[in-house]
């Protein structure tokens, strides 16, 4: 690493820590209905939007009607982009001709991009037409995203109510989340995409004859629009197969810095607006500044595994990096993508070194709460909290509350599903695979980083990421049915409970502090959340790591390679 790539990675990370009380406060303020600039342009849209559904965002739900909602919306999402898929060839701007996709692959991709993971196990431009790139996945990237919004709204109303079964209006959180933070913002950063290159037409694909004479097609389509959403979304699947790898996604240094921005930026944001939404900015403060401290370990690792001098006489491993951008922003971008659920990527993870690899892998493990999904990372770290009162209160004799709700048998128990879902999918899925010889022809590789393929496909399908390890070929049956059904359970084993979890703490009575509440806004309680997260991640899954990147890393030492 030289002096200008240490510059970068603090300038990202200043640039992201200024940025969090702007776009914070202002999301508080939509979610919480009040005056900011250019309102009334913005509630034109909302109402048209209500008048045009038919929705009555007037009327407050409890946390059933909430959930049954959410399932819903979510169901019906999975259906159409199902169908639109699987006759695509039978719809418009279907210039090239393609063929409608398989039911496996379908149903991988349908429930991939409704559950905000976006795994491809497909390559987007020679498989899907514009208009499923479009109407499927693009609004797809929008209402996911909205939908971990809501799910977070609930949560945080929970926790600051007082006695009282309302929740909010999943119609209205989803609308709001669309269309003053999600629609603006996406709008912006694709026009600033465009500026760098990034294409945005309807014109069909493009053939050419190179200097050597050789025919080829240059594919395009509406490229920028669906690159703004899936960063600032959270989403990552990419319109191209090789995702942000390729120039006409990522074409310029600015333009992956940008993007690299993008991915935390509304994630880091919401402990803010949880701060303020609360009305206990210090306890926003505190839960940013664990997933920061995560954050930046974890990144440097990478770099430091990157850099190091190895057994094969380098100090830099360059197989898979992008070369346009160097290691360190191919590090800090798969750093950030794993930390979200975000899965885009700019150079091949599977070509990291085993360390690196092993964070990146551990990053989706922990439940992708460093930063995480938008919305979903921070309720999920807010299931950690939960714990993390509860085991502390048992360790101190202190009371178990989380800002002045008692914690008790239902929400610890809810935790728990919460917590163990996405856990059961990476161990049991994996070891399903292992014994399923057929399932082995998919490996590109041997060994410890072959069963790494493996792991790291569940951990990123349970962890709704959407990244992979590329030597795993994952366009087969058996994984399409095996990895679709993972991000289901990984999407909605976590989702149910938290909003179990905030009907709960809505109808009960604020507790005032005393002498006998554990805090949970200072500086102690951040090392009590980080080694609570760290200490499930580890004993949970160390000895599947150690089969795995560990393994490799060892035998890497002596000079093996796969």
Sequence with gaps: MDMYDFIQIALYLLLLVALVPLLGGYMARVFEGESFFGKPGFTALEKSIYRVARIN????????????????????????????QVFQNDLPMNLEGLSGVSIPLAFNTAVSFVTNTNWQSYSGEITLSPLVQTLGLTVQNFVSAATGMAVLLVLIRGIRNKTTQEVGNFWEDLTRSVVYILLPLSLVFALFLVTQGVVQTFLPNLPIATLEGVHQVIPRGMIASQEAIKQLGTNGGGYFGINSCHPFENPTPLSNFAEMLAILLIPASLTYTFGKMTGNLRQGWVLFAAMFVMFVT??????????????????????????????????????????????????????????????????????????????????????????????????????????????????????????????????????????????????????????????????????????????????????????????????????LP???????????????????????DNGLFVFLLIAVVITVGALTFFPALSLGPIIEHLQMLTGKTF
């Design 298 to 495: 974890g990144l440097a690792i990478m770099l430091y595994a990157e850099y190091s001098v190895n057994a094969f006489g380098a100090t830099s491993l360059m197989e898979g990096k992008e070369m346009r951008f160097g290691i360190t922003n191919s590090i800090l971008w798969s750093s950030a993508t794993t930390c979200a659920s975000n899965g885009s990527v700019n150079a091949m993870i599977s070509s990291l070194s085993p360390l690196s690899g092993m964070v990146s892998m551990l990053n989706m493990m922990l439940g992708e709460i460093i930063f995480g999904g938008v919305g979903a990372g921070l309720y999920g770290m807010l299931v950690f909290v939960i714990l993390t009162v509860f085991i502390s209160g048992l360790m101190v004799g202190r009371t178990p509350e989380f800002m002045g709700k008692k914690i008790e048998a239902f929400e610890i128990k809810m935790a728990i599903i919460a917590v163990l879902a996405p856990n059961f999918v990476i161990l049991v899925f994996s070891a399903i695979t292992v014994m399923y010889p057929p399932a082995l022809t998919s490996l590109g590789n041997t060994g410890a980083h072959g069963f790494s393929e493996i792991l790291y496909a569940f951990s990123s399908a349970a962890g709704n990421n959407g990244s992979a390890f590329a030597g795993l070929n994952a366009n087969t049956d058996f994984f399409n049915w095996m990895l679709g059904t993972g991000i289901l359970i990984g999407r909605f084993g976590v989702i």
């Design 57 to 84: 965002n007037k009327v407050p739900m409890n946390w059933k009607e909430y959930t049954f909602s959410v399932m819903v919306f979510n169901a019906m999402g999975i259906l159409f982009l199902f169908l639109i």
């Design 498 to 520: 938290v909003l179990a979890i905030s009907g709960s703490l809505s109808v009960k009575k604020k507790t005032p502090p005393s002498s006998g509440t554990l805090s949970t």
